[in-house]
């Protein structure tokens, strides 16, 4: 998605002279365009993650909207004091954005990797997170971040790809009608259930959560799962403080039979080991045989 983001940036700069972007000594072959379209409002602020995103804050609180961009881990979990102390006590328009969330650095090992930023960020007051799926929703995501008040992170990774058609950006979208479980993914990792055979992919009832905090989950999603009783959780981040419990405290109190749950998530790293992205998904069970085996016996 970095080069969706890079292309939505530079085309919202056309009449707008408040944006600014400030990077963190980071984005060879991809920001070049973007630092020629910027000029003057182009910063490098060099491996300094903790004053980047203080400038950034000053710039706002001047009326500018600055965009901060690093990898993941670097622009949310590094500069988190000033995140919390600059930005969001003061409610500043600040546009984080993490590129690689999850595993997305793969063989980079866990210092590159990010499967904490949306609970990290999502305690914080004022700021709103949101996490594209497809590549279209990048350039969506920038133009509702832009004109947003609130301090916002954007999750990118690698764009998910469906065979079917997907919903324009919304914080809820319902991509596919199944009988047998809902299954409820924040970001790409939802494109894994293509690995899912033709008769358990059409059996889910699928919904996509792309923004945070979310306060209401819609009537059609709770029918559903009243209807169904069983719920699959699935998401590249840790369970304490991600989208399973985000959607786990919105509902309770509103079922009114039990429900069966299955928490597909990030669990760290169990080997001791790196590797890719797809890797860690297959050693977490987000993908490959011990993901299809888990969704198959939970189905049954």
């Not at 980071?26 to 491996?47: C, D, P, R, S």
């Not at 979990?77 to 995140?83: D, G, H, N, T, V």
Request: overall charge negative; aromatic content about 10%; some cysteine.
């Amino acid at each position: 998605m970095r080069n969706e983001f890079a292309a939505a940036v530079i085309a919202a700069k056309a009449g707008n002279e408040n944006l600014v972007f400030i990077t963190g000594d980071l984005g060879y072959m991809a920001l070049e365009k973007v630092a020629q379209t910027y000029g003057e409002h182009f910063i490098n602020a060099g491996v300094a993650e903790q004053n980047m995103v203080t400038v950034a804050a000053s710039l706002a609180y001047e009326g500018f909207v600055p965009f901060v961009y690093s990898i993941a881990p670097f622009v949310t979990l590094r500069p988190y004091e000033q995140i919390r102390n600059d930005v969001c006590l003061h409610n500043l328009a600040v546009k984080l954005v993490g590129n690689g969330g999850g595993y997305g650095y793969g063989i980079m090992g866990a210092t590159h990797h990010n499967p904490e930023d949306i609970g990290a960020l999502r305690m914080l007051p004022n700021m709103r997170i949101y996490v594209p799926l497809v590549a279209e929703d990048v350039e969506q995501c920038v133009q509702l971040m832009i004109a947003d008040k609130n301090p916002n992170y954007l999750r990118l990774n690698l764009a998910a790809k469906f065979n079917f058609p997907v919903p324009s950006f919304s914080q809820w979208r319902h991509l596919k009608h199944g009988d047998k479980a809902v299954l409820i993914a924040t970001g790409p990792v939802l494109q894994n259930i293509t690995e899912l055979d033709e008769a358990t992919q059409n059996g889910l009832d699928i919904w996509n959560l792309s923004v945070f905090p979310a306060k209401e989950i819609p009537d059609a999603l709770l029918e559903k799962i009243e209807q169904t009783g069983k719920v699959i959780f699935m998401e590249e981040h840790y369970g304490e403080g991600g989208m399973c419990e985000t959607i786990s405290h919105l509902l309770l109190g509103k079922l009114s039979t039990p429900v069966k749950t299955l928490s597909l998530n990030a669990k760290g790293y169990a080997s001791g080991k790196y590797g890719s992205q797809k890797w860690h998904q297959e050693e977490n069970g987000l993908s490959g045989k011990l993901f299809t085996d888990n969704v198959s016996e939970f189905l049954k």
